[in-house]
């Protein structure tokens, strides 16, 4: 059962919550790659570009980019997604088993909503929704 008002702006939230998740992934990138927002590096600076913690800045700074403007989402997300959740059982899990405990929670909020994106779609305002119209008239129209 939906909710009719609600219903029928579901695409534009979901473009919505994927756009400001995105964002919000995209700031923990930026401490690590370019030492800002607190850094996350040795005396707040940057991380090793060729360390698990680089590849991971690399990971949430450009794959939340690419999720943000909603190209490839599906694989980009699904990628985020298995990043989120080994970050959660290499460095959370350890320190206890609930993640209120272990201090996990957005590393299993953003694993389980980039799971979300992936099976679901980007919903409105992507990059890959606009390819797929484009893709769509130009089969239509026989090009």
Known sequence: ?????????????QG???????LLFMQ???QKLFGVLGGAGPGGGSVELFS???????????GGALLA????TAPVAFILAGQMA???FMAHAPQGFWPIQNRGELAALFSFVFLF???AGPGRFSLDGLLLRRTRRGTA???
């Open 1 to 13: 059962m939906e909710l009719g008002f609600m219903s029928r702006f579901r695409d534009e939230i």
């Open 16 to 22: 919505l919550l994927r756009i400001v998740v995105a």
């Open 28 to 30: 923990h990138g930026a």
């Open 52 to 62: 698990q913690m680089g590849l991971a800045g690399v990971l949430e700074f450009f």
């Open 69 to 72: 403007l909603g190209l490839f």
């Open 86 to 88: 080994v970050a959660y």
């Open 117 to 119: 994106f992936a099976a």
């Open 141 to 143: 129209d026989g090009s």
